[in-house]
């Protein structure tokens, strides 16, 4: 490859992971391997400067605005960090420091680099008005709603001593117990589940629904104050400030006079951080003084007066002791590593704690798939190398290839049958899971599909929860999730269990008194009310998710349309394809499922649809976007929603600069018609809009 094509491919890959990264919450691949072709890129660009493009990812900000927001620009633009994995370049970003100060003394703060995403806030006379994420750096994504659903962020602080208009920023993080509760629920609902805090809070941020924003209780630490005219003189002042107004700031921060004491705070950190209750990646160490950082100013894509040090994942070395085979909710068959330490080799596996490696004692891992083992080309008995993603979820990364010449090492024999319920295990072309075709009396299966049909977004019955749903399931009182609506109040007092956490080897004990049985009552009984698309999604059936069911159940209207649907006729319907297609018919052609979904039809669950497909009438309003306000003569505000959209319109959820039509009724806010007014947005009558409908 010529250094030109070299250049042109890495610029390609690079913006491959970044869209994946930013737009998706998806890493392919590491930070420290993605930082890597960034620095190659960097080097080719140095030696090779008449091939550098202008829009090359080493000049700009790695993010981009999503079409799914209102755009706004930011006052100030929200730059990234220059970043480095080493001393020495920490100590060369302190003689640039030096230099470009000449002489001048100079102090650094140094602060923790939470792993999350960079979000703006904008108060103006101490009210909360605007939260923007960094998008390119220029323009980000208005999350307003999403960001107030933060509990340690102020809405409003007192403004005595601030300018009337300032913007904070700061870090949106998810904590770790949170994510961890998010993975769960994502595994039972057999959803693609998150692979850091990172990625789990930018995915959260940016989702339509606030109401499931505020139920994935994210948090935020803020780090910088920012306004027109210099309130502060130092990044430390501004700190103690924030502080003291309310904002959430971290306490680990440190002001420091020399690049060892940097170095001597690095070193601290690298453990005691596996503490706390969030991701953290680094360090970042900041010049103190807000002239001196002026004087240093920034480059296209990042401060000179700042650097990141980011912590390389720790990598140990395990012994790979035996691997287990779990089965799925919907069959999928995971291999999972158990694993100890070199030094516990020899142990009975029952006494060993595991290697210790970012904090915590790892005693097991992910395999992922077949595939994956032979990727990895790993052997029981192997010493391999264990490192913890985003420095949460272990995973194994090689093989001491070496060391086979002193232990013995054996295959791993991936099994031909359900190690659950002994069925041959089958794999669809072109994808990596095996799985156990034996959904109708697989046990793990049975169980998930229960625990899938009660989840909140399901049928809803959370009293039925954590560990009840096991209960239930090994005395054989509830195999399907029919069996839950013949439940009777005096087979359910008195219930006990003690359920064993594998991990942490704590017993739990769940016991069914009069309260919770009420409550489990209750719940059942009220899930007879959740609509049809709820129902739909809540069978479980592959590939139909939260989405598809309602796009279904809206098309089909009822479960008996359906069931007897025609792959042809579900093929028909839009978005739907032919994957899903068959699995809806093999679903119903299966005589459990038959029998489960007349039981749940006796049970009295709503088995129809009263939601109204969008029906075009024209596109006479395609590309153009609306606001309703206030109240209307000839229609409610759903029934004119409906009208907007089947003409071709869009609804956006508030009056921004790219808003083309205010529709404004009788009573709408005085404070909206002015905003609209000073954006230039069309004002709307209702008689006008009709007019433009009928002009089609
Ligand atoms: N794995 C992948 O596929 C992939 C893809 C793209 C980017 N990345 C990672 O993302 C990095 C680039 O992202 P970036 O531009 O956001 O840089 P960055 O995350 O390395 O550093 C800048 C960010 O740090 C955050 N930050 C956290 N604590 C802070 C503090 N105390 N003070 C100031 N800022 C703080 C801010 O959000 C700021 O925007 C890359 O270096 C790479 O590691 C990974
Ligand atoms: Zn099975």
């Not at 994946?20 to 998806?26: A, G, H, K, L, P």
């Not at 961890?180 to 693609?192: D, H, P, S, W, Y």
């Not at 005691?272 to 003084?289: E, H």
């Not at 140990?316 to 069959?331: C, D, E, M, T, Y």
Request: glycine share 8%; proline share 4%.
């Amino acid at each position: 490859m010529t250094p030109e094509q070299q250049i042109l491919d890495l610029i390609q890959k690079i913006n491959y992971y970044n869209d994946r990264y930013y737009q998706d919450s998806v890493s392919e691949i590491s930070d420290f391997e993605f930082d890597q072709l960034l620095n190659q890129l960097k080097a080719l660009e140095s030696q090779y400067p008449e091939f550098r493009q202008s829009d090359s990812p080493t000049q700009r900000v790695g993010g981009t605005v999503t079409k799914s927001f209102n755009t706004v620009y930011h006052r100030y633009p929200m730059l990234s960090l220059d970043n480095t994995y080493n001393e020495q370049e920490l100590r060369n970003f302190d003689d640039r420091v030096r230099k470009g100060l000449n002489g001048e003394a100079y102090e650094y703060i140094c602060e923790l680099k939470f792993d999350g995403i960079s979000l703006s806030f904008t108060y103006e006379n101490g009210v909360l008005v605007r939260g923007v994420t960094r998008g390119d750096g220029t323009r980000g994504d208005e999350i307003t709603n999403n960001i107030k659903t933060i509990r340690t962020l102020p809405l409003r602080v007192k403004a005595a001593g601030l300018p009337e208009l300032f913007e904070v920023r700061g870090e949106g993080f998810m904590p770790i117990s949170s994510f961890q509760k998010l993975n769960e629920e994502m595994e039972t609902l057999g959803e693609n589940l998150y692979a850091n805090p990172r990625n789990a809070a930018s995915g959260s941020f940016k989702l339509q629904d606030s109401a499931e924003t505020a139920r994935r209780a994210l948090d935020c630490y803020i780090y910088s104050f920012i306004t027109d005219n210099e309130v502060f003189k130092s990044h430390e002042e501004s700190l103690l400030e924030l502080k003291s107004r309310g904002f959430n700031v971290s306490p680990g921060w440190r002001k420091v006079q020399t690049i060892d004491e940097v170095i001597a705070y690095i070193h601290a950190w690298e453990e005691k951080r596996m503490t706390l209750p969030l991701a953290t990646d680094g360090i970042v160490i900041k010049v103190n003084s807000f002239e001196q950082q002026r004087e240093l100013g920034f480059t296209a894509k990042s401060p000179r007066w700042a650097i990141s040090f980011k912590y390389k994942a720790e990598n140990k070395p395990a012994v790979l002791r035996s691997v287990n085979f779990q089965v799925g909710r919907i069959g999928t068959i995971t291999p999972v590593a158990n694993l100890c330490a070199e030094s516990e080799r020899m142990l009975p596996y029952n006494q060993v704690r595991g290697v210790h490696l970012s904090g915590t004692y790892v005693k097991r891992a992910t395999l992922h798939n077949a595939n994956e083992l032979i990727r990895l080309g790993i052997r029981i008995g192997d010493t391999v190398f264990v490192e913890k993603s985003g420095e949460i979820i272990p995973k194994i990364t090689g093989v001491d290839i070496t060391q086979r010449e002193n232990f013995l090492t054996v295959p791993i024999d991936f099994p031909v049958n359900c190690p659950e319920c002994g069925s041959p295990l089958q794999r669809n072309e072109g994808e990596v899971a095996f799985f156990c075709p034996n959904d109708s009396h697989c046990p793990p299966q049975l169980k998930g599909r229960i625990e899938h049909f009660i989840h909140r977004k399901a049928m809803n019955i959370e009293s039925l929860g954590e560990g009840k749903v096991e209960t239930l399931f090994d005395i054989n009182l509830v195999r399907t999730p029919a069996d839950l609506y013949d439940l009777k109040y005096e087979s359910l007092l008195g219930l006990e269990k003690n359920i064993l956490n594998e991990e942490t080897g704590k017993i739990k004990k769940i016991s069914f008194r009069e309260k919770t049985v009420e409550n489990i009552l209750n719940g059942i009984a009220l899930s007879k009310t959740v609509p049809f698309k709820n129902v739909l999604f809540a069978l479980g059936i592959r590939f139909v998710g939260a989405t598809v069911a309602e796009k279904l159940a809206v098309y089909f209207k009822s479960i008996d349309a359906l069931r007897t649907a025609s792959y042809d006729q579900l093929v028909a319907v839009p978005e739907i394809g032919g994957r899903i297609a068959q699995s809806i018919v093999s679903y119903f052609s299966v005589p459990e499922n038959q029998l489960l979904v007349e039981r749940l039809q006796r049970a009295g669950l709503q088995m129809e649809s009263d939601e109204k497909p969008v029906v075009l009438e024209s596109n006479v309003l395609e590309g153009k976007t609306f606001v309703i306000s206030g109240v209307f003569e000839n229609f409610d505000r759903d029934d004119l929603k409906d009208k907007i959209e089947a003409n071709g319109g869009r609804i956006l959820s508030g009056v921004s600069g790219k808003l083309n039509y205010l529709l404004a009724g009788a009573n709408m806010g005085p404070a909206k018609l002015e905003k609209a007014r000073k954006l230039g947005v069309t004002i709307l009558a209702e008689e006008e809009f009709l007019a433009m409908i009928r002009n089609k």
